[in-house]
């Protein structure tokens, strides 16, 4: 995971779960992003596992502390490129249930925008005021960095939030594209060589520490139209997509939330996501954007 302090500055930790001293995370030492250990792991053809599994500074934090955002410690999206946000390209996939009818010829990807708009676990995700609403979108997310022969490689699988604005398409479904252009979360765990076939989790939407939504959710490639390899082969077939150096965050589709139930997020509301097997949960306040004017372009 990727955590930042106002004093250290940003560090990337391994979680270290179970007994006897309970979860903790493990600080890093030689890198302060991922993105920077898996340019490492390519330049010396190491594992990116065992290169960071061998790299810890000693310093221990409490995962249970740091989680609950009770300490100076906030998290950072589970990958992200540290240098250059508009270097970090986030799409996603409209992969729909395994049973969603006749199969397209590719799939249906779209752009979520650059590295500005991802948030991490804590943060809120914004209802802008141009925006006509706002609700989480609970899927899995693959993360991959272009090597220098211009191949993508994955680096793993974490837990995203797709926040989107579906009502917008609902009145004017010539805006989708305008309407996938939101902040969005992942994390707060990255795991690294990840199963996407049958994974199972939950979503939950909270108001004021009370539940008011939630559903069992499951995604993989046993549930989904496409295969993990058909939505990266198409994802990166464009040239523009594998230029060396650049991240990628594509958020792998899902098909439940909590606006196809009529259930509309307000502000303050907090949406709560969890995969079995990877990790704490993802959890994000949801902030609606107080009016501005954001203008447009004037001549030079």
């Known amino acids: 995971m990727q955590i930042i302090h106002p004093e250290y500055g940003r560090r990337v930790a391994l979680v270290h779960t179970g007994e006897p001293h309970g979860d903790e995370l493990h600080l890093l030492s030689t890198y302060r992003s991922i993105h920077a250990f898996a340019v490492a792991a390519i330049e010396t053809g190491w594992k990116l596992r065992d290169l960071l599994s061998t790299d810890l500074s000693g310093i221990v934090l409490d995962y249970d502390q740091v989680h609950a955002l009770q300490s100076d410690w906030r998290f950072l999206p589970s990958f992200d490129h540290p240098d250059h946000p508009a270097r970090c390209m986030v799409t996603g996939c409209a992969n729909g249930p395994a049973n969603a009818g006749a199969r397209s010829t590719a799939p249906p990807w779209f752009t979520k925008g650059n590295g500005m708009h991802l948030r991490g676990h804590g943060e809120d995700l914004i209802i802008p005021t141009f925006g006509v609403g706002g609700t989480e979108e609970a899927e899995l997310v693959g993360v991959y960095i272009i090597d220098p022969t211009g191949q ?85 077939k464009y040239e523009a997509h594998r230029l060396p150096g650049d991240a990628h965050v594509h958020f792998l589709g899902g098909s439940v939330s909590s606006f196809g139930d009529g259930f509309r997020l307000e502000d303050g509301d907090e949406a709560v996501i969890q995969w079995e097997g990877f990790g704490r949960p993802l959890r994000n306040p949801i902030h609606r954007e107080a009016p501005a004017d954001h203008g447009g372009a004037t001549a030079l």
């Open 152 to 236: 993508p490689r994955r680096i793993g699988l974490t837990p995203g939030n797709e926040f989107a604005d579906p009502e917008m398409v609902q009145r004017d479904p010539r805006m989708l594209s305008h309407s996938k252009l939101r902040t969005c979360s992942i994390g707060p765990e990255l795991t690294l060589d990840a199963d996407f076939d049958g994974v199972h989790g939950s979503v939950a939407i909270e108001r004021a520490g009370a539940v008011l939504w939630s559903k069992e959710i499951v995604t993989g490639e046993a549930h989904t139209v496409f295969p993990l390899a058909d939505v990266e082969r198409h994802c990166f």
